[in-house]
Structure formats: structure tokens, C-alpha cells
T-cell receptor, first 111, second 116 residues
Framework: LAKTTQPISMDSYEGQEVNITCSHN???????ITWYQQFPSQGPRFIIQ???TKVTNEVASLFIPADRKSSTLSLPRVSLSDTAVYYC????????????FGSGTRLSIRP | DSGVTQTPKHLITATGQRVTLRCSPR?????VYWYQQSLDQGLQFLIQ???????AKGNILERFSAQQFPDLHSELNLSSLELGDSALYFC???????????????FGEGSRLTVL
């Protein structure tokens, strides 16, 4: 099972772009990279998933280099409501039971 | 709203007791997953059911059991409760037929269990 490493916490300010990097050195060929967001006392919420290069949706972008040993979640123009814990997961194909939620990155956004 | 419903939202009970947590997955999702989140442990995978059958087991204690019924709702039974079982218990559902890894996990709001 591929383990992920991400910063324990990050601080930023409203309107800034925030980049959270995750390393997953043991990622396997069939693994996807997925990011979830969790607010206090709520269930995690899917943000974005990718396999390689760049994926963008309405809330974030995910950058994955060619070796896939790391990935970067980019949140453009953050607001106070983006204060949450962000989890980087390595997602084995068709086996959500092998997904490991690590400690996540606690992102704090200040005015 | 994820479409996953969990009841009860809060539960306070005493050590040694037994409780049942209930989860209704999103309409059409065949897979249900149970997770435990305590302050010092993060999110721990407990068990997965797919269309009524147990599909995978994680760090689930023998005192805990689960099942998925024909209407696809699931129950997590916790017995002989200990203080350390106090946690948030999340249910998630997914449709593994979606392309792209396991697809998106949709989590409920959780059931907060307090054991006194």
C-alpha cells in the first residue's frame, strides 16, 4: 500500500493561491491520486482525482509529474471557507478498502 | 448534501453497552464503507460491503460487526463498548463501476458516539 506524506499544517491569506504537495514514492502503476477536504465534524468531501499530468475542475487543480511520485493540489484564490483538513490519498483501482487516509494537511486561511 | 444518510447523529452511552449505527447510501450505490475517526487516530477504514456481501475488512474489532441489507442500507453494530470507542463513525458509498480508480467516495455526516 502506497503511503503518502504531506505537510501537517499550512497557513495562508484570503485571495492567495495555495499549493499543497504530497509525496507518494511507492505509488503503483494502477493507482490514482485523490484529494479530499474535511471540515470539523463533517465527512470528507471529494475534491479532485487524477492519474498523470494536470487535472482541473471548478474548485481545484491537480498537478502530477511524469514520475507520479508526488502531486500538488492547487487552490486558487482561497477564502476563509477553505479552512479545512486536506487529505491526499493513493487510490488503488477498484479497491477503496485499500485507501489510507493519513493525517492530512490542516489549512488555515486568515483574513 | 452527499446523499448518504446516517443515524443517529449523536449517541451517548455507557461502557459495556451495545449500539447500532445506521447508514443509507446514495441511491444506486452498491458499495458501503464504514470508517472510524477518533481524535488521535485519523480516519480508519473498518469494513466494506458490496451489494449485501462483505468485500473487505480493515481495522475492525471483533466486538464490532456490520451488515448490508437487501435494500442496501447498512448497520454497524458496536458491542461491549469501551471508553476508547468514542469517535465519529462515518459511512460512505460509491459506485465502483465509474471509471477512474474507485471513483468518488460520498461520505455521510457521521454518527458521534460518546462512551461514558
Amino acid at each position: 500500500l502506497a503511503k503518502t506524506t504531506q505537510p501537517i499544517s499550512m497557513d495562508s491569506y484570503e485571495g492567495q493561491e495555495v499549493n499543497i504537495t504530497c509525496s507518494h514514492n511507492n505509488i503503483a502503476t494502477n493507482d490514482y491520486i485523490t484529494w479530499y477536504q474535511q471540515f470539523p465534524s463533517q465527512g470528507p468531501r471529494f475534491i479532485i482525482q487524477g492519474y498523470k499530468t494536470k487535472v482541473t475542475n471548478e474548485v481545484a487543480s491537480l498537478f502530477i509529474p511524469a514520475d507520479r511520485k508526488s502531486s500538488t493540489l492547487s487552490l486558487p484564490r482561497v477564502s476563509l471557507s477553505d479552512t479545512a483538513v486536506y487529505y491526499c490519498l493513493v487510490d488503488p483501482y477498484s479497491s477503496a478498502s485499500k485507501i489510507i487516509f493519513g493525517s492530512g494537511t490542516r489549512l488555515s486561511i486568515r483574513p | 448534501d452527499s446523499g448518504v444518510t446516517q443515524t443517529p447523529k449523536h449517541l451517548i452511552t455507557a461502557t459495556g453497552q451495545r449500539v447500532t449505527l445506521r447508514c443509507s447510501p446514495r441511491s444506486g450505490d452498491l458499495s458501503v464503507y464504514w470508517y472510524q475517526q477518533s481524535l488521535d487516530q485519523g480516519l480508519q477504514f473498518l469494513i466494506q460491503y458490496y451489494n449485501g456481501e462483505e468485500r473487505a475488512k480493515g481495522n475492525i474489532l471483533e466486538r464490532f460487526s456490520a451488515q448490508q441489507f437487501p435494500d442496501l442500507h447498512s448497520e454497524l453494530n458496536l458491542s461491549s463498548l469501551e471508553l476508547g470507542d468514542s469517535a465519529l463513525y462515518f459511512c460512505a458509498s460509491s459506485d465502483p463501476s465509474l471509471a477512474g480508480g474507485t471513483g468518488e467516495l460520498f461520505f455521510g455526516e457521521g454518527s458521534r458516539l460518546t462512551v461514558l
